[in-house]
């Protein structure tokens, strides 16, 4: 397996437990990625035995014009954690080594759908933000709609949620629907849900002949709505999975 190394060149708190990390690669070679990949970054425990971690690329690029140049993944902070400690303990110029891109969660060139139904908790919403340029892409051009779905406990929690909305109000056929399990925004937008992802499938009413359907995240909430799903009529294949476990 080939390493390479990225520097770190900047940081920011996406929530209370959740930074975004900007790296470079720093061999001078292109990360050719296609959005809905991750990244492993390589590092060792203080007993000196080697480990790894997975991450999606968070990055967004405009493909048509070749691969970037920024790596970007979400990290989230586990209390005792190795790999927390890595990447709290990072400064801007430091390096780590990383392999990849790897994975097939992405967009299929085939899909003839009408629509995509993209279900996240948590950092499982990282891969949705890198498909942004692709999704716009295909609601001009096949004329598609796509519907976010994502779950948080707090409006402090929703990572890149000013993004998501921001598209949201650019695009039209894209629509962004934040579920908050706890606690609701101050001045909620209209397509604010209070509860859990799972319980608002109904309201979109999945088509087993037209959709196509992403789950990411948390595996109790990537179980559930994939046997929801499931009793829509969705086919197996429609259904793309890809669960997040937080590992120290």
Do not use: W
């Amino acid at each position: 397996m080939k390493q390479f190394p990225l520097k770190l060149v900047s940081r920011r708190m996406l929530a209370p437990t959740v930074g975004h990390y900007v790296f470079q690669r720093d061999d001078g070679e292109p990360l050719d990625y296609i959005p809905g990949q991750f990244i492993q970054i390589h590092f060792q425990y203080a007993d000196g035995t080697t480990t790894k971690r997975s991450y999606s690329l968070a990055t967004i690029h405009d493909h048509a014009l070749g691969p970037g140049e920024a790596v970007e993944i979400a990290v989230s902070y586990v209390p005792g954690g190795a790999a927390t400690a890595l990447f709290e303990g990072l400064a801007d110029g430091d390096t780590v080594q990383a392999s990849g891109p790897f994975g097939r969660f992405c967009l299929m060139p085939a899909d003839a759908n009408r629509r995509y139904l993209l279900i996240a908790t948590g950092t499982g919403v990282t891969p949705y933000r890198a498909m942004l340029p692709q999704l716009e892409q295909q609601i001009r051009e096949r004329g598609i709609e796509a519907v976010l779905l994502f779950g948080a406990r707090t409006p402090a929690e929703l990572l890149y949620g000013d993004e998501f909305r921001a598209f949201a109000e650019r695009v039209p056929g894209f629509r962004f629907v934040p579920c908050f399990s706890r606690e609701l925004p101050a001045q909620p937008h209209p397509d604010v849900r209070h509860g859990y992802v799972q319980q608002f499938i109904d309201e979109f009413a999945p088509d087993g002949v037209g959709d196509i359907a992403y789950l990411c995240g948390n595996p109790n909430m990537v179980d559930a709505c994939f046997e929801a799903l499931k009793g829509y009529g969705l086919p197996v294949p429609q259904i793309r999975r890809e669960k997040y476990v937080s590992s120290k």
